[in-house]
């Protein structure tokens, strides 16, 4: 596995940390994202840490998904399967798991997943949401991808100011641009990104 997929992987985890670790005490309670106040948003975020430990302890027998663009293509379909109200119960039972204290238990999460990562030789095949199988390297970028624009959503609901590092935004940005292309949505995705026309309403990738 790339070490620099890893890296920027921990980079967004320590931005995530220190993102939560800002919160108000009395924002928790607030708006946060749709159906999920600030709690679930970050309960929800908060997932990014959890999966990846977790599926390290689920093995795949043959590469399902190649890369991270083709998890988030084929997701869609298992996410409907799913339906909108199991993954905003899945948010706010993981915000309620975070406890009376969410950052200690957020910063906690890092520790072991990097802990559990740095244990990691080669490039696993690990299974996914829906028992799919991908490479740890075609995962990490996923998960970093949830964190960036996560992040920036709980900084909209609470006022905090956040950028994500710059390796972040760079790989999310360029994962976002290169799932609207397979989406077969590359043109206004361009288009948009080079001020030529405006997204339509309610566009996106994910």
């Known amino acids: 596995m790339s070490a620099s997929t890893s890296k ?3 980079a967004a985890a320590e931005a995530f940390v220190d993102l939560v670790g800002a919160i108000p005490a009395d924002a928790w309670d607030g708006p946060g994202l749709g159906d999920w106040d600030v709690r679930s948003l970050v309960g ?7 999966t990846v430990s977790t599926y390290l302890q689920t093995p795949a027998e043959r590469e399902d998904l190649a890369g991270p663009v083709e998890y988030y293509t084929r997701i869609r379909d298992v996410a409907a399967t799913l339906g909108a109200a199991d993954v905003t119960e899945r948010g706010r039972q993981a915000g309620r798991d975070l406890g009376a204290d969410p950052a200690v238990a957020v910063a906690d999460l890092r520790r072991r997943v990097l802990a559990d990562l740095a244990g990691v030789d080669d490039d696993p095949l690990i299974a996914v949401i829906g028992g799919l199988g991908i490479r740890l390297s075609g995962y990490l970028p996923t998960r970093t991808f949830e964190m960036a624009v996560h992040g920036l959503d709980i900084a909209r609901a609470t006022g905090i100011d956040f950028t994500p590092p710059t390796p972040v935004l760079d790989e999310a940005t360029a994962l976002a641009a290169r799932i609207g292309v ?15 026309a405006p997204l339509p309403a309610g566009f996106s990738v994910v």
Do not use: K, P, W
């Open 182 to 196: 397979a989406l077969e949505q590359g043109e206004t995705v361009l288009l948009s990104l080079t001020g030529r």
């Open 8 to 10: 920027t992987f921990a």
């Open 44 to 50: 929800h975020t908060s997932r990014s840490l959890i």
